[in-house]
Nanobody, 118 residues
Framework: VQLQASGGGWVQPGGSLRLSCAAS????????MGWHRQAPGKQRELVAT???????TYADSVKGRFSISTVNAKNTIYLEMNSLKPEDTAVYYC?????????????WGQGTEVTVSS
Protein backbone atom coordinates (compact mmCIF):
# COMPACT_ATOMS: atom_id res chain seq x y z
CA VAL A 1 0.00 0.00 0.00
CA GLN A 2 1.30 3.44 -0.92
CA LEU A 3 0.12 6.79 0.36
CA GLN A 4 0.98 10.02 -1.44
CA ALA A 5 0.50 13.23 0.55
CA SER A 6 0.32 16.68 -1.01
CA GLY A 7 -1.02 20.19 -0.48
CA GLY A 8 1.43 21.64 2.01
CA GLY A 9 2.98 25.05 1.66
CA TRP A 10 3.33 28.46 3.21
CA VAL A 11 0.32 30.38 4.48
CA GLN A 12 -0.19 33.44 6.63
CA PRO A 13 -1.82 33.15 10.07
CA GLY A 14 -5.58 32.91 9.69
CA GLY A 15 -5.27 31.29 6.28
CA SER A 16 -6.36 27.91 5.01
CA LEU A 17 -4.85 24.87 3.34
CA ARG A 18 -6.20 21.53 2.22
CA LEU A 19 -3.96 18.50 2.44
CA SER A 20 -4.61 15.42 0.33
CA CYS A 21 -3.47 11.85 0.72
CA ALA A 22 -4.03 9.46 -2.17
CA ALA A 23 -3.97 5.76 -1.34
CA SER A 24 -3.19 2.92 -3.72
CA UNK A 25 -5.95 0.79 -2.15
CA UNK A 26 -9.64 1.23 -1.40
CA UNK A 27 -10.56 3.16 1.75
CA UNK A 28 -12.92 0.32 2.63
CA UNK A 29 -9.96 -2.00 3.10
CA UNK A 30 -8.71 0.08 6.03
CA UNK A 31 -9.97 0.21 9.61
CA UNK A 32 -8.75 3.74 10.21
CA MET A 33 -7.08 6.66 8.47
CA GLY A 34 -5.81 10.00 9.61
CA TRP A 35 -3.10 12.59 9.96
CA HIS A 36 -0.23 13.12 12.33
CA ARG A 37 2.14 16.07 12.43
CA GLN A 38 5.60 16.72 13.71
CA ALA A 39 6.84 20.19 14.47
CA PRO A 40 10.56 20.99 14.64
CA GLY A 41 12.02 19.72 17.91
CA LYS A 42 8.75 18.10 19.00
CA GLN A 43 7.29 14.64 19.05
CA ARG A 44 4.88 13.50 16.40
CA GLU A 45 1.28 14.06 17.46
CA LEU A 46 -2.05 12.77 16.25
CA VAL A 47 -4.10 15.48 14.55
CA ALA A 48 -7.24 13.78 13.22
CA THR A 49 -8.63 10.34 12.52
CA UNK A 50 -11.51 8.90 10.56
CA UNK A 51 -13.01 5.49 9.82
CA UNK A 52 -14.79 4.08 6.77
CA UNK A 53 -18.01 4.61 8.71
CA UNK A 54 -17.29 8.31 9.04
CA UNK A 55 -16.41 8.52 12.73
CA UNK A 56 -13.88 11.29 13.36
CA THR A 57 -11.67 12.46 16.20
CA TYR A 58 -9.50 15.55 16.54
CA ALA A 59 -6.72 16.78 18.76
CA ASP A 60 -7.97 19.48 21.11
CA SER A 61 -5.58 21.96 19.52
CA VAL A 62 -7.31 21.71 16.12
CA LYS A 63 -10.96 21.13 17.03
CA GLY A 64 -13.23 23.56 15.26
CA ARG A 65 -10.49 24.53 12.79
CA PHE A 66 -9.54 21.30 11.01
CA SER A 67 -11.80 18.83 9.25
CA ILE A 68 -10.91 15.35 8.04
CA SER A 69 -12.81 13.66 5.25
CA THR A 70 -12.48 10.97 2.62
CA VAL A 71 -13.63 10.54 -0.94
CA ASN A 72 -13.86 6.80 -1.31
CA ALA A 73 -14.20 6.91 -5.08
CA LYS A 74 -10.82 8.62 -5.23
CA ASN A 75 -9.20 6.62 -2.40
CA THR A 76 -8.21 9.97 -0.94
CA ILE A 77 -8.07 11.38 2.59
CA TYR A 78 -8.33 15.14 3.04
CA LEU A 79 -7.44 17.47 5.88
CA GLU A 80 -9.07 20.88 5.57
CA MET A 81 -7.20 23.34 7.77
CA ASN A 82 -8.70 26.74 8.55
CA SER A 83 -7.73 29.60 10.85
CA LEU A 84 -4.17 28.40 10.77
CA LYS A 85 -1.81 29.45 13.52
CA PRO A 86 2.00 29.57 13.63
CA GLU A 87 1.89 26.62 16.03
CA ASP A 88 0.34 24.52 13.25
CA THR A 89 3.68 24.66 11.44
CA ALA A 90 4.85 21.07 11.02
CA VAL A 91 5.35 18.23 8.61
CA TYR A 92 2.01 16.47 8.20
CA TYR A 93 1.89 12.72 7.64
CA CYS A 94 -1.13 10.74 6.54
CA UNK A 95 -1.60 7.15 7.53
CA UNK A 96 -3.94 4.23 7.04
CA UNK A 97 -4.14 1.08 9.11
CA UNK A 98 -5.87 -2.26 8.97
CA UNK A 99 -5.98 -5.48 10.91
CA UNK A 100 -4.63 -8.38 8.92
CA UNK A 101 -3.90 -12.03 9.61
CA UNK A 102 -0.53 -11.13 11.16
CA UNK A 103 -1.74 -8.15 13.18
CA UNK A 104 -2.13 -4.44 12.63
CA UNK A 105 -0.43 -2.89 9.65
CA UNK A 106 0.09 0.86 9.40
CA UNK A 107 1.02 2.61 6.18
CA TRP A 108 2.46 6.13 6.04
CA GLY A 109 2.63 8.86 3.47
CA GLN A 110 5.88 10.70 2.90
CA GLY A 111 4.89 13.92 4.69
CA THR A 112 3.99 17.35 3.42
CA GLU A 113 5.31 20.50 5.06
CA VAL A 114 3.07 23.27 6.30
CA THR A 115 4.50 26.63 7.34
CA VAL A 116 2.31 29.27 8.96
CA SER A 117 4.00 32.62 9.33
CA SER A 118 3.66 36.25 8.44
Amino acid sequence: VQLQASGGGWVQPGGSLRLSCAASDSMFRFDGMGWHRQAPGKQRELVATTTPGGDTTYADSVKGRFSISTVNAKNTIYLEMNSLKPEDTAVYYCYARRLGTTGWGTYWGQGTEVTVSS
